[in-house]
Nanobody
Framework: QVQLVESGGGLVQFGGSLRLACEAS????????RAWYRQAPGKQRELVAS????????YADSVKGRFTISKDNARVTVFHLQMNSLKPEDTAVYFC??????????WGQGTQVTVSA
C-alpha cells in the first residue's frame, strides 16, 4: 500500500503560479506512471498531466505550455506540477495519482487550487 500526500495548493491571482508536490509514503519500483488530475465543482475528474518511468509526458490541451509535470531530482518518492499563467478556469481540487505495473492505482486526498480573476 502506498499513501500519497499533495501539497502546494492555495489561492493565487490570475496569471500567477503555483507548484504542487506529491509525496509517496514509500518508493515503488513497480510505478509506471505518475499523474495529476483535477476536479472542479460540478465537473468530472480530468487528467491534467502524466509522466512515465521513462519521463514521457502528456498534457491536457487546456494546460499545454503552462503546466509542467516533473519528477523530483533528489527524492524518488516526490513529483511536481508547476503551474504558470493560471486562469480562473484552473480552479479545482488537484489530485495526484500513481499507477503500477500490477494495475493498482493510488490517489492522494487532493489539494485546493483557487485562481481569482
Amino acid at each position: 500500500q502506498v499513501q500519497l500526500v499533495e501539497s502546494g495548493g492555495g489561492l493565487v491571482q490570475f496569471g500567477g503560479s503555483l507548484r504542487l508536490a506529491c509525496e509517496a509514503s514509500r518508493s515503488s519500483f513497480n510505478t509506471v506512471v505518475r499523474a495529476w488530475y483535477r476536479q472542479a465543482p460540478g465537473k468530472q475528474r480530468e487528467l491534467v498531466a502524466s509522466i512515465t518511468g521513462s519521463s514521457r509526458t502528456t498534457y491536457a490541451d487546456s494546460v499545454k505550455g503552462r503546466f509542467t509535470i516533473s519528477k523530483d531530482n533528489a527524492r524518488v518518492t516526490v513529483f511536481h506540477l508547476q503551474m504558470n499563467s493560471l486562469k480562473p478556469e484552473d480552479t479545482a481540487v488537484y489530485f495526484c495519482n500513481v499507477g503500477t505495473a500490477a494495475g493498482d492505482a493510488y490517489w492522494g486526498q487532493g489539494t485546493q487550487v483557487t485562481v481569482s480573476a
